[in-house]
């Protein structure tokens, strides 16, 4: 039976094929999400996954962000990313993860909807970071299905709150990965 925590898993282990081709003259290329540059992309999902860890143990989002305040990408960004993955699998790996109650700066959820909102998150902007980079654009298709069929009931949330960009105008005859993109506002 394939978890969340595999999803989380698959997601982190795309992510790193990513993060680990890209070369010295492309940390300052621009990604799809404005304002941020693929550094400041890998620095993003690397402090997401420094703070699963303290989340999953118990500490509230904004005492952990307090404690992760800056740029966390110093001296070696692979390595940083590296370390920070690995401590995130470990951490939703944990006999009842999925279930411990997490303390996000919107609410309490449950372990399993954080590390759904953390999957969705990791399969967007890996595609970011593969459109900013040149590399290969293909998600994993069960993990866009996973993501799709998660965003159907978050995306109302996410538009409001002004996280996501604008819905573009989705060919009818568009793929899984093209509805998943459109939906999070992504420019192809």
């Keep these: 039976m394939i978890t ?3 999803h989380f898993r ?8 990513r993060v680990h081709a890209i070369r ?6 621009p990604t799809p999400c404005a304002g941020w540059d693929v ?15 303290p989340l999953l143990a ?8 307090d404690a992760l305040d800056g740029a966390v990408l110093e001296g070696d960004p692979v390595a940083a990313w590296d370390a920070a993955a690995r401590a995130a699998v470990d951490a939703f790996s944990a006999p009842s993860a999925a279930d411990r109650s997490v303390h996000l700066p919107f609410g309490d959820v449950p ?6 909102e953390m999957v969705a998150d990791l399969v967007i902007h890996s595609w970011d970071l593969a459109r900013a980079t040149g590399a290969d654009e293909r998600l994993d298709p069960e993990l866009v299905d996973v993501v799709s069929a998660w965003f159907a009931a978050n995306e109302a949330a996410y538009r409001s709150g002004g996280l996501i960009g604008p819905h573009p105008r989705t060919p009818p005859d568009a793929d ?3 509805r998943l993109l459109d939906a999070f506002g992504r420019r192809r």
């Design 4 to 6: 969340i925590t595999d």
């Design 10 to 17: 698959r997601a982190v282990d795309d992510m790193t094929d």
């Design 24 to 29: 010295d003259d492309q940390w300052h290329r």
């Design 39 to 53: 550094r400041e992309l890998v620095d993003h999902v690397t402090m997401e996954n420094l703070q699963v860890p």
């Design 58 to 65: 118990g500490l509230a989002a904004a005492d952990v962000a």
């Design 111 to 116: 372990g399993a909807e954080y590390a759904a």
């Design 176 to 178: 899984p990965q093209t």
